[in-house]
């Protein structure tokens, strides 16, 4: 059976964010964690999301690893391939956003891409090529401040043009109101122009399925989980996917014990740490000591065996962005970053074997490197815990686990207690 859609995704909470959105949208989907195996069972599915790890990568790995997936997705019969990005745009003027798009644009044979971060159910809509975060231009929100990939620029033409090797244009909200005719050819026009991508204005759902309609009609396109949608939701109309009869299910309960990890230092995600203070135990992370050796992930994992027994904990890396840029001021961003992703992976391994198998991350660096420690290569999807946030269940090894793998904008403030809720 082919896949009706593909998708690679630049991180492991976006995959998931994705394959939540597709699953809703009425596409039968599977995430895996990098290339799965060849042996896969995809009997049944519509929709395949690949979860890589290559945001902030070295940009020749990034278009490696992307061009790898790309195939695999193709080799099983997917015509449409979508790329997906953060819905904040998550990238540096080196790439690697445009660089991944120009490969696999390329490998599809295709003039030109359509590419939107658009989102509106999480607040980020696009307007004469411009991002916006709720009511303010990306640049002006807090997400400016990413500690890898801060964003400065919100007009995405502009910035999408610094990343790639093609003139980049714009599908403006005029034309997008027109319909995915209209969006059509203002496409073939810009490709007539010599240009190779193009931003796409969208406010509203609405916005999106017109734009689902007209990626469509090429193979290949790059968005976040709002264009999803509208491939979803166009595929199904278009005959070529069948809704599925039941909501998302993850099968029998999983039991075992329960626990969090936070390394996201977003605004949502601390406010989400001190809700968790109320309802369960929480130990902060000391960020000297973790760069300075084993010590502090050995107390940290001494701390959870003697609590965790009688109930949820949650251990955070997560700290003040002021914080943040004093210790990269002092140690070097990469070193502090990778450190602390580290020691989380390390606690989730150790927590694990203590018996955790109900595990919730917030952050995309940090689920990735939990991830990857755990060695966990493919999810079920289950009910949606926040908007974008599904529950997924572990597929083809040992004990199955229950996760939540969130960005770390996600969620409302009681995210960690309603995640173990649905997380049986």
């Known amino acids: 059976m082919s896949l009706a859609l593909g998708s690679v995704a630049d991180d492991y909470t976006g995959a998931s964010d994705l394959a939540n959105t597709l699953t809703k949208g009425g596409l039968r989907t599977v995430q895996t964690i990098g290339i799965p195996a060849d042996d896969l069972d995809l009997a049944g ?95 002006e929100s807090p997400l400016k401040d990413h500690p890898l990939n801060p964003m400065r620029d919100a007009n995405l033409v502009r910035v999408l043009a610094r990343q790639s090797a093609s003139p980049v244009g714009l599908v403006d909200f005029a034309t997008v109101v027109r319909g995915h ?31 689902g309609r007209a990626a469509l009609a090429h193979r290949v396109s790059v968005g976040a989980s709002g264009l999803g949608l509208g491939l979803a939701r166009a595929l199904v109309a278009a005959g070529r996917a069948c809704a599925p009869d039941s909501a998302a299910d993850v099968g029998a309960p999983v039991g075992g014990l329960a626990a969090c990890l936070a390394g996201s230092c977003s605004q949502a995600t601390l406010g989400q740490i001190a809700a968790a203070e109320a309802v369960m135990p929480v130990r902060r992370l000391d960020p000297e000591r973790v760069l300075a050796g084993d010590a502090e992930i050995e107390a940290a994992l001494a701390w959870a065996g003697e609590r965790v027994g009688t109930g949820p904990i949650l251990i955070a890396s997560s700290a003040e ?77 040992g004990d199955p686990m229950l996760l939540a793998l969130k960005s770390g904008n996600f969620g409302g403030r009681d995210f960690f207690a309603r995640a173990l809720d649905l997380m049986l």
């Not at 390329?106 to 971060?117: C, D, H, K, R, S």
């Not at 607040?123 to 004469?128: A, I, K, L, S």
């Not at 203002?186 to 999106?208: F, K, N, P």
Request: glycine letters at 12%; aromatic letters at 4%.
């Open 45 to 139: 599915i519509d929709a395949v999301v690949v979860a890589l790890k290559t945001r902030s990568i070295p940009v020749g790995e990034a278009v490696s690893r992307s061009r790898a997936a790309e195939a695999w997705l193709r080799g099983r019969g997917a015509a449409h391939v979508l790329f997906k990005i953060c819905s904040t745009f998550d990238s540096t003027d080196a790439g690697n956003i445009g660089p991944v798009m120009d490969a696999l644009r390329g490998e599809a044979g295709e003039a030109i891409a359509l590419v939107t971060p658009a989102f509106p159910e999480t607040g980020r809509t696009v307007y004469q090529g411009n991002l916006f975060v709720g009511a303010v231009p990306l640049n």
């Open 181 to 211: 005719e209209a969006v059509a050819k203002r496409l073939d026009a810009l490709a007539a122009e010599g240009v190779g991508a193009a931003i796409a204005d969208a406010v509203t759902e609405a916005d999106l399925e017109t734009l």
């Open 321 to 397: 962005p002021e914080t943040v840029r004093t210790l990269q001021a002092r140690y070097g961003g990469d070193r502090v970053g990778h450190a602390l992703e580290d020691a989380l992976a390390r606690i989730a391994e150790g927590l694990n074997a203590r018996g955790v198998r109900r595990l919730v991350v917030a952050g995309g660096e940090t689920s990735g490197a939990v991830v990857d420690r755990l060695g966990l290569r493919a999810f079920q999807l289950g009910p949606e815990i926040a908007a974008g946030v599904p529950v997924l269940r572990t597929l083809g090894q």
